[in-house]
């Protein structure tokens, strides 16, 4: 059944040359390989350009235009040409096997909507963390009407944008399934968007959890 599936990359990236080839290699290992990649450019100043046309001429790269991380996400989703999408941030890696797993449990169950892995935050000091399968992106493989049924990312949400779109994906039902095998390996590092805007990041999570928090009371009376 693999040989038959075919699935979008998403990636969104701003001055991510120091990562961002080996996370593009973790790419082309994949046991089952992607129909397109997509790499959405937030206008990186860095050399991030300049690697992928030299490097990885087979990438589409999309100019974003400094508009941010979630926009970014968006964009690559509409532009997607394929039946399912899978998303990687240009700092993190994917297992081998991740999206033959994935896209298989897909594939046999047409009315499931997501499937997400188990992650592994690590450090470049050699620490690791096991999470199990984690609401992140990166661990997730989705059918793209997902995006039509529940919604794009909400743009007025500067950080925690995908977390916003997890609580109100499950509001309304969607049909999300998890398995054990690790699929994402996560960096941590100082560079990564909550460390470096720590405060902002703070304020749009507490937000967002207060009206998760107002819509529940409100769908109890």
Same mark, same amino acid.
């Given at each position: 059944m693999s040989e038959d599936l075919n699935y979008s990359v998403i990636m969104a990236v701003k001055n991510g040359v120091n990562f961002l080839n080996e996370a593009i290699e973790s790419i082309y290992a994949q046991t089952l390989k992607p129909s397109e990649i997509l790499v959405i450019d937030d206008h990186s100043t860095d050399s991030t350009k300049e690697l992928l046309r030299k490097s990885y001429p087979d990438v589409s790269v999309v100019n974003n235009e400094?508009?941010?991380?979630?926009?970014?996400?968006?964009?690559?989703?509409?532009?997607?040409?394929?039946?399912?999408?899978?998303?990687?941030?240009?700092?993190?890696?994917?297992?081998?096997?991740?999206?033959?797993?994935?896209?298989?449990?897909?594939?046999?169950? !047409?009315?499931?909507?997501?499937?997400? +892995?188990?992650?592994? !935050?690590? +450090?470049?000091?050699?620490?690791?963390?096991?999470?199990?399968?984690?609401?992140?992106?990166?661990?997730? +493989?989705?059918?793209? +009407?997902?995006?039509?049924?529940?919604?794009?990312?909400?743009e007025s949400i500067a950080h925690h944008g995908i977390i916003e779109w997890w609580l109100r994906a499950e509001r309304q039902g969607i049909n999300l399934a998890k398995h054990a095998d690790v699929g994402l390996m996560r960096r941590v590092h100082s560079s990564n968007s909550g460390t470096v805007n720590k405060s902002a990041s703070r304020t749009d999570l507490f937000s967002i959890l207060r009206k998760q928090i107002s819509e529940e009371g409100q769908n109890e009376t």
């Amino acid at each position: 059944m693999s040989e038959d599936l075919n699935y979008s990359v998403i990636m969104a990236v701003k001055n991510g040359v120091n990562f961002l080839n080996e996370a593009i290699e973790s790419i082309y290992a994949q046991t089952l390989k992607p129909s397109e990649i997509l790499v959405i450019d937030d206008h990186s100043t860095d050399s991030t350009k300049e690697l992928l046309r030299k490097s990885y001429p087979d990438v589409s790269v999309v100019n974003n235009e400094g508009d941010g991380q979630v926009k970014a996400i968006n964009l690559g989703i509409k532009q997607a040409k394929y039946e399912f999408v899978a998303f990687l941030d240009h700092d993190d890696l994917w297992v081998r096997n991740k999206q033959e797993i994935q896209l298989n449990l897909l594939a046999e169950n !047409n009315e499931l909507e997501s499937i997400t +892995s188990g992650v592994i !935050n690590f +450090s470049p000091q050699g620490s690791s963390r096991e999470l199990g399968a984690a609401r992140v992106f990166g661990a997730t +493989s989705f059918r793209k +009407s997902a995006f039509s049924k529940y919604g794009f990312l909400d743009e007025s949400i500067a950080h925690h944008g995908i977390i916003e779109w997890w609580l109100r994906a499950e509001r309304q039902g969607i049909n999300l399934a998890k398995h054990a095998d690790v699929g994402l390996m996560r960096r941590v590092h100082s560079s990564n968007s909550g460390t470096v805007n720590k405060s902002a990041s703070r304020t749009d999570l507490f937000s967002i959890l207060r009206k998760q928090i107002s819509e529940e009371g409100q769908n109890e009376t």
